[in-house]
């Protein structure tokens, strides 16, 4: 059975940082890609952020230059380094990890962590 699980989100003024993490458990993972999407309040889900296993990421328009994903392969685990945030970054924020299993991909989320941002 796999799980996410996140932490690091809260409250913080614009302006602020804050750091999500995700980690993935479950038995033996190969995890092609791990990323962040968020959802604010009558809004559809997005993409934030997304990064493979080797290394290479993707961002949205909207935060780049100001968040950093990264991963921890031996961990399975995910950060979201969020700087320079803005009350437009309030929403919740989900963990999404594509996992092999044999030759067949599967989806799965994290439970939300919710990120408000002040101004």
């Known amino acids: 059975q796999v799980q996410l699980v996140e932490s690091g989100g809260g409250l913080m003024q614009a302006g602020g940082s804050l750091r999500l993490s995700c980690a993935a458990s479950?038995?033996?993972?190969?995890?092609?890609?791990m990323g962040w999407y968020r959802q604010a309040p009558g809004k559809q889900r997005e993409l934030v952020a997304v990064i493979r296993s080797g290394g290479s990421t993707n961002y949205a328009d909207f935060v780049k230059g100001r968040f950093t994903i990264s991963r921890d392969n031996a961990m399975n685990t995910v950060y979201l380094q969020m700087n320079s945030l803005k009350p437009e970054d309030t929403a919740v924020y989900y963990c999404?990890?594509?996992?092999?299993?044999?030759?067949?991909?599967?989806?799965?989320w994290g439970q939300g962590t919710q990120v408000t941002v002040s101004s």
């Open positions: 999404y990890a594509e996992i092999l299993k044999g030759f067949t991909a599967y989806g799965y």
């Open positions: 479950g038995s033996t993972l190969s995890i092609p890609a």
